[in-house]
């Protein structure tokens, strides 16, 4: 049996004390990540199921003003 961890997102909100300071409606910080993780019982099945796609990275900040 294998196990893959594909997707992890993590998300964050601003809170609105720190948003009047800064004069802004909304901000938001997020960060995503694919191709997390894959385990497999051999390097074939890992090699098989593309276990060894590096992960991809992305960031991202949103603003409302």
């Given at each position: 049996s294998n196990?893959?961890?594909k997707n992890l997102s993590?998300?964050?909100r601003i809170p609105n004390a720190l948003l009047k300071k800064a004069s802004l409606k909304s901000a938001r910080l997020?960060?995503?990540v694919e191709n997390?993780?894959?385990f497999a019982?051999?390097?074939t099945a890992k090699y098989l199921m593309n276990g060894y796609d590096c992960p991809n990275f992305v960031g991202?900040?949103?603003l409302g003003f």
């Open positions: 196990i893959r961890f993590v998300s964050y997020q960060f995503n997390v993780a894959m019982k051999n390097k991202s900040i949103q």
